[in-house]
């Protein structure tokens, strides 16, 4: 019976157990919640912002096939009995150093970067700033090749983009950093100073430039045009949309890496691609920091649709406006003009690496813009001087014009555009000196920047005989005589004066003031500029890329032209004795004239390598075979 009930009991007791166990169960189980029904809010702690979140690294980009960056110089087609190398803004062809050997070491913490512009906040070793969204909320077609590039160049480097707050960055200025763990951190307040500071550091790669633990850049002047002059993509259009994308693209990268944000397109205004152009640059033009501005000989419809739209034109009859940049015709208009807006300088070919003393006079210098003009004396010939173009943007920066403009009919362009690009990065550097080590330490002699120098610098100062507005294609004896020089009737802004030919005969005693120079003294400056062309390109190698042999052979063509100028100079200056009543002269001048026509001849087996047989200078041999045949003739006619 006992034992009954104590089963019993048991029973009773698993079966309460069992009971209890379910109800909690039951009660600890959430209840679904339903789409129907919110959840319950959370309060959140609050939590104090930090000053800069944590920067997120861009994605890695995938490479397209063949990207390759702008800048570079074109390849020579012709063949070239002795060429020679230049900045090539293109892939170096020796092997690219690894991506950790370019970077600085990194043993100490980085120095502060230098204090900003006065007034400006101070430039700490990280500019304040907050991380850029993802990759895809930022990026657009100028980052993402920027990116590209990079990639190319240094796939292992980590790459932070920071927007940051500082005022002294303004819309194109950037800061880097390079951290301890190699990262790349770029600070800037838009997307063109991130793109410009991505460009930086792929130009510094390809170059082998070493990295320093920080730089910054901040743009000298605002306004740092490229003049097209009636570029073959707008007279013959691309056939197809994505021909006419690629295209334009090309010559946007172009500009980008060589800091350059504005492209003026100079042309007749009647083209029949010019509004499909205006249309594609307003999409493209952009993302790559560039501005467009059309610079138009006739107002046509697509002129006036480009002007309705927003869109800059220049002008050289009407007065500036809000969408108008007017061209002064005089010095002495810039005044009123820079009162009413932006101008441009009066237009001069490249004389000297000084900017005209007359801004000096015009309050309003931050509308002026000023022309380099590597035009007339400079078109089909080479021109690269990295000290003249670092003096010129240097002195436009200190007197705060506005801008400077290049228009380069040079041959190739891509090295003007190289010396103004590196003055633009680096004014107040010694750009000489850093090609120089750049070529160092590509494997190529120091010795090619003394060529490029000597050889450019002819060209100035056969502008200056005022003989002809192209004078490197020659000008006839009697020339020298009805010349005008600058300093006579042009160019006094520059306060240079060269004597013509008959002011220099009549000279009884050598000029006291040094900006008053005799011709034979230019003469003497041509053959020294030949003599040191000749003398150091016989110490250098055939160079084997096809752009320096480009280039050695049209520094040749410069050399021949400065040689021949000599002793025309020199010609002319017997034969006004002559005529004075020195018959000895007479000969003398007939040796000059020769020396000259024999130095032409050698201009035009030159040009022979690198252009076409029917060139300008082989259809000018004849005439001065001529003039010499007929002055040897009165010569005789004249001599007892």
Known sequence: ????????????????????????????????????????????????????QPPQTAAPVQIPTGSTPMLTPLPATPSVPTPVP????????????SAPSLMPPLQAPPPPLPSGPIGASPVPSAPKGTAAPPPRQVTNEAL?????????????????????EAAWLGEEGFAVTVEPNGQLTIFARTPVGWLYGILDIVQRSRWRDPLPAQWRWLPPVTERGWVVDRPHWLLSPPRTVAQWWATLRDQLRQLSLGRFNTLVLRCDGREAGLSQTLSLLRQLAPDYGVQVVVWAANPSAAVQQWLRQGGTGVSQTDLPNGRIIAVAARSDWLPLYAERGKVLAPLFPLVLPTLPSSLNQVRHREQVIVPVWLDGVYRDVFWFDPAWAQQIVREAQDLKLRGIWVLAQTKPQEWAMAAFAEAFKNPQEDNEALWQQRWRRQGLSVQWLPVFRSASRILPRLAWLGVSQTPQWGAPLDAFFTAQPIGSTWGKEWQLQVLSVPQTVRLTERPNEPNTIPVDEIARWLEQ?????????????????????????????????????????????????????????????????????????????????????DNLWVRRLPEWQREWATLQMRLAAAMP
Not at 42 to 51: A, G, I, L, R, Y
Request: glycine share 4%; aromatic share 6%.
């Open 1 to 52: 019976m006992q034992r009954e009930t104590a089963l019993m009991l048991l029973g009773i007791g698993i079966v309460l157990m069992l009971l209890l166990i379910g109800i909690a169960v039951h009660v600890s189980t959430p209840e679904p919640i339903s789409p129907s029904v919110e959840a319950p809010s959370v309060t959140k702690p609050v939590v104090s912002p930090t000053p800069m």
């Open 144 to 164: 993402e090749w920027a990116r590209r590039l990079l990639i190319t160049l240094r796939p292992q480097t980590q790459l932070v983009l920071i927007r940051s």
């Open 86 to 97: 230049p900045p090539t803004l293109a892939t170096p062809s020796a092997p690219m150093v």
């Open 529 to 613: 500029h030949a003599q040191q062309v000749w003398a150091t390109l016989a110490q250098l190698p055939e160079p084997s890329a096809s752009d320096w042999r480009f280039a050695k052979q049209l520094a040749l063509l410069n050399a021949w032209l400065g040689q021949h100028y000599a002793h025309k100079i020199d010609a002319a200056l017997a034969w006004a004795r002559f005529l004075d009543g020195d018959k000895e002269a007479g000969k003398e001048c007939l040796d000059h004239l020769l020396k000259a026509l024999k130095a032409w001849e050698q201009v035009v087996a030159v040009a022979n390598t690198v252009y076409p047989p």
